[in-house]
Every structure is written in structure tokens, then in C-alpha cells.
């Protein structure tokens, strides 16, 4: 896995994991890899994944099973879209509101340019899902 210096190692490792669930490879009440295993796939300390798991453990995404492994949460994936939600309003979209009205990005043209990107994306899931 190829990590950027803006965040921490650990979280890295849960929004990949919280990719993971909302893409559907791991659903709600589905056994996550161990901790050992999924450090080796993303070649990290199998602390530094511990610390990631702990992390979505405490945020209600994934839970413990002693003796058993790591599950994900019921209601897992309206949580971690809630927390991304609350993290686009607050820290990335002033930016974005900020670089666009710096550029002279109109309301309309940022809305017409939303419109054409949900249009190519259905057209995408068109093709995959006919």
C-alpha cells in the first residue's frame, strides 16, 4: 500500500478498510482478515494494523469477537458515511468553495459540472450492470 505523509499510518489503514466495506468486499457482519494477515497485505507491523483496527473498533465499524476475530458492525456502513460527511463539510468543501470562488467557479457551472459527473458514472455502472 503506498501511504502519504498527510495522515497517520493507522488511519490510512481504516479509511482503506472503510473503502472496503462501502465498496461491499467486506459487508456488515462479515469476519475481517486478522490482524497479522491484512497487516501483511498492506505490508505494515501487525501493531500499526491493530492500532487501525482498535480505531474502527471504538468508532462502532468493526467489532471483536474474543477467540473468534474481527467483524463488521451492523449499521457499519451508514456510520462510516456519516463520519465522511461530517469530515467533507467541515475540512474539505470551505477549501473547495474557497479555490472555486478564487477561480471565479460559478454556482451554476459547479452544479452543471456535478450533473455531468453523476451522468458519466451511471453510464459507467450502465456498462458494468446492463
Known amino acids: 500500500m503506498n501511504f502519504k505523509e498527510k495522515n497517520s499510518i493507522y488511519l490510512q489503514i481504516a479509511d482503506r478498510i472503510c473503502d472496503e466495506i462501502l465498496q461491499g468486499r467486506y459487508a456488515e ?27 474502527l473498533q471504538s468508532r462502532a465499524v468493526i467489532r471483536m469477537q474474543r477467540g473468534i476475530g474481527y467483524f463488521v458492525e451492523q449499521g457499519a456502513t451508514g456510520r462510516i458515511r ?4 461530517e469530515s467533507f463539510m467541515n475540512d474539505d468543501l470551505p477549501d473547495f468553495f474557497r ?9 451554476e457551472e459547479l452544479a452543471a459540472l456535478y450533473r455531468q459527473y453523476n451522468a458519466t458514472l451511471e453510464k459507467k455502472e450502465e456498462k458494468r450492470h446492463p
Open 29 to 55: 457482519g462479515d469476519r475481517l482478515p486478522s490482524v497479522r494477515d491484512y497487516a501483511a497485505t498492506v505490508e505494515v507491523n501487525p501493531n500499526t494494523a491493530m492500532r487501525s483496527y482498535d480505531f
Open 82 to 85: 456519516a463520519f465522511r460527511r
Open 99 to 107: 479555490q472555486a470562488r478564487s477561480i471565479g467557479l460559478t454556482a
